[in-house]
């Protein structure tokens, strides 16, 4: 398998794919990362209310890989947004990953106490400063938030926002705004709790390069500027189809018809953590 291409932007470089571990508990990870490693994934994507870190540190330790060739994020959990919280919940996370640093860590949601997010950010700096994480980021923030985390964090500051994307939910207005902070978008939930694998349009575009709609949605996730994705799956068969998006490229007509499958529908809108979304 050839290896996956890497995103550059304000600091960071990520492969452009990796592999979510959201819903995997201990014996899958141990089961399927390994394989996962084997097909030539590098970005592993994981976060404390997983539960699987300590899992996901005992597939990294025993594969002997050299540390430089891997992509961790992990995330904090919204019950660890009190500065001193944060900073121990980390090295907690790096003891269970048996890891000296992450390469990225995120604030999971934006739910933030009544003195709002800024003490949450600062000790989200305060982590990469004192070495537990090369680069830092949000996750799941609107576009008012994620106005806020940049002006306080400063320019070049966040690497990325890791939001729901997928061609049901378009968030051209998100997007932007992105865009003009170089923020790389990660795309989690990128089939759409696989609702996308059958969809009609994508079967027929899929037609024309011996592909499946799941490997066509992905592709034109990761065709776009600054957008990364994080598929998860219990499967290798998935693992390997989901790796196979690079020797094909889609046509404008076909990322055309692909936009166009855009219903501003969500799958991950939890009660108690989403924020008042975007309209």
Same mark, same amino acid.
């Given at each position: 398998?050839?290896?996956?291409?890497?995103?550059?932007?304000?600091?960071?470089?990520?492969?452009?794919?990796?592999?979510g571990?959201?819903?995997?508990?201990? *014996?899958?990870?141990?089961? &399927?990362?390994?394989?996962?490693?084997?097909?030539?994934?590098?970005?592993?994507?994981?976060?404390?209310?997983?539960?699987?870190?300590?899992?996901?540190?005992?597939?990294?330790?025993?594969?002997?890989?050299?540390?430089?060739?891997?992509?961790?994020?992990?995330?904090?959990?919204?019950?660890?947004?009190?500065?001193?919280?944060?900073? *121990?919940s980390?090295?907690?996370?790096?003891?269970?990953?048996?890891?000296?640093?992450?390469?990225?860590?995120?604030?999971?949601?934006?739910?933030?106490?009544?003195?709002?997010? $800024?003490?949450?950010?600062?000790?989200?700096?305060?982590?990469?400063a #004192? @070495?537990?994480?090369?680069h830092? @980021? &949000?996750? $799941?923030?609107?576009? =008012?938030?994620?106005?806020?985390?940049?002006?306080?964090?400063?320019?070049d500051?966040?690497?990325?926002?890791?939001?729901?994307?997928?061609?049901?939910?378009?968030?051209?207005?998100?997007?932007?705004?992105? @865009?003009?902070? $170089?923020?790389?978008?990660?795309?989690?939930?990128?089939?759409?709790?696989?609702?996308?694998?059958?969809?009609?349009?994508?079967? =027929?575009?899929? #037609?024309?390069?011996g592909?499946?709609?799941?490997?066509?949605?992905?592709?034109?996730?990761?065709?776009?500027?600054?957008?990364?994705?994080?598929?998860?799956?219990? #499967?290798?068969?998935?693992?390997?189809?989901? &790796?196979?998006?690079?020797?094909f490229?889609? #046509?404008?007509?076909?990322?055309? +018809?692909?936009?166009?499958?855009? +219903?501003?529908?969500?799958?991950? $809108?939890?009660?108690?953590?989403?924020?008042?979304?975007?309209?």
């Amino acid at each position: 398998m050839d290896p996956v291409p890497t995103l550059a932007a304000n600091g960071l470089n990520m492969p452009t794919l990796g592999f979510g571990t959201f819903r995997l508990d201990d *014996e899958t990870v141990g089961r &399927i990362l390994p394989e996962a490693l084997a097909l030539g994934y590098r970005h592993i994507d994981t976060a404390q209310i997983y539960g699987n870190e300590a899992a996901v540190g005992r597939v990294i330790a025993g594969a002997g890989l050299p540390r430089e060739q891997l992509f961790v994020t992990t995330k904090v959990w919204v019950d660890r947004y009190q500065p001193a919280a944060l900073i *121990e919940s980390v090295h907690q996370s790096l003891e269970r990953l048996q890891l000296d640093q992450v390469d990225l860590l995120l604030l999971h949601w934006p739910v933030f106490a009544q003195a709002g997010m $800024n003490p949450t950010l600062e000790a989200l700096m305060l982590a990469r400063a #004192s @070495g537990l994480t090369r680069h830092i @980021g &949000i996750s $799941n923030f609107t576009i =008012d938030q994620t106005e806020q985390a940049v002006s306080f964090c400063g320019a070049d500051s966040l690497a990325t926002n890791q939001i729901e994307y997928h061609a049901y939910l378009a968030q051209p207005r998100l997007r932007r705004v992105l @865009g003009r902070h $170089n923020l790389v978008l990660t795309a989690h939930t990128p089939l759409a709790r696989a609702e996308l694998v059958n969809d009609p349009v994508l079967w =027929d575009i899929g #037609s024309q390069y011996g592909k499946t709609a799941a490997q066509v949605a992905l592709r034109w996730l990761i065709e776009q500027d600054r957008v990364a994705a994080i598929p998860a799956t219990a #499967s290798p068969h998935h693992a390997k189809a989901n &790796i196979d998006l690079f020797k094909f490229s889609l #046509s404008a007509e076909d990322r055309e +018809r692909i936009a166009a499958l855009d +219903r501003a529908q969500r799958y991950v $809108n939890p009660e108690e953590l989403a924020p008042d979304w975007d309209k």
